[in-house]
C-alpha cells in the first residue's frame, strides 16, 4: 500500500512539474531561462524517473526559450539518465534532444558528442529506443559538414553497422545497423 502511494504521489508532482514547467516558461518569457533552467536543475537531481520523463519530454515545447545554459544542464545530466533502468526516460531523453536538434538549438559539438553517446542504442532491444535513436541521428547527420562525419561520426558508427556508411544527408540509417542485441 505504501509503495502505491509513493507511486501515485510521483506520478501526481511530475505531472505538475511538467505544467507548471511550461506555464512558467511561457509566463517568465526567454529573458527568465536561466531561473527556469536552475528549476529544471533541481527537478532532474531527484532522480526521480518519472520527474526526469516529464522534464525531457516539455524541454522542447520551451525550446523557443532554451538557452546555451540549459542546454549545458541538460547534457551534464545525460550520463546518468542513459544509464537509467526505466526505458521511458531513456526514450523521452533522446525523443527531447531529437526535437531540440531538429529546432537548430545544438551546437556542432553538443550533436557531436550526443550522437557519440546515443549510438550504442542501436543495438538496443526495445523498439522505441532504437527508433528514437535512428530519428536522432537522422537529423542530426545532415547538420554537420562531411570533415565532421568522417572525422567524429564515422568512426564510432562502425562499431554499430553492418557494412560502410555513405557519407550522404539522405541516409537511411535502418539500412545499416546491426540487428539488437536481443529481441
Not at 531529437?98 to 550526443?114: C, P, S, T, V, Y
Amino acid at each position: 500500500m505504501m509503495d502505491l502511494t509513493k507511486v501515485i504521489s510521483q506520478q501526481v508532482y511530475s505531472c505538475e512539474i511538467a505544467s507548471n514547467l511550461y506555464e512558467l516558461a511561457v509566463l517568465l518569457g526567454p529573458k527568465k531561462m536561466d531561473e527556469i533552467t536552475r528549476w529544471i536543475f533541481d527537478a532532474l537531481n531527484k532522480k526521480v524517473p518519472q520527474i526526469a520523463k516529464s522534464v525531457f519530454e516539455v524541454v522542447p515545447k520551451i525550446s523557443v526559450g532554451v538557452t546555451l545554459s540549459l542546454m549545458k544542464v541538460l547534457i551534464a545530466c545525460l550520463d546518468s539518465y542513459l544509464k537509467h533502468t526505466e526505458e521511458d526516460v531513456i526514450y523521452s531523453l533522446i525523443k527531447c534532444f531529437g526535437e531540440i536538434a531538429r529546432n537548430d538549438l545544438l551546437q556542432k559539438e553538443d550533436m557531436i558528442f550526443l550522437f557519440n553517446s546515443f549510438t550504442p542504442f542501436f543495438l538496443f532491444p526495445n523498439l522505441w529506443i532504437r527508433s528514437a535513436t535512428l530519428e536522432f541521428c537522422q537529423v542530426v547527420y545532415p547538420k554537420l559538414s562531411d570533415a565532421e562525419i568522417f572525422v567524429h561520426i564515422r568512426p564510432v558508427l562502425q562499431s554499430y553497422t553492418k557494412n560502410f556508411i555513405p557519407i550522404s544527408n539522405a541516409i537511411p540509417f535502418n539500412d545499416f545497423v546491426f540487428p539488437p542485441l536481443t529481441s
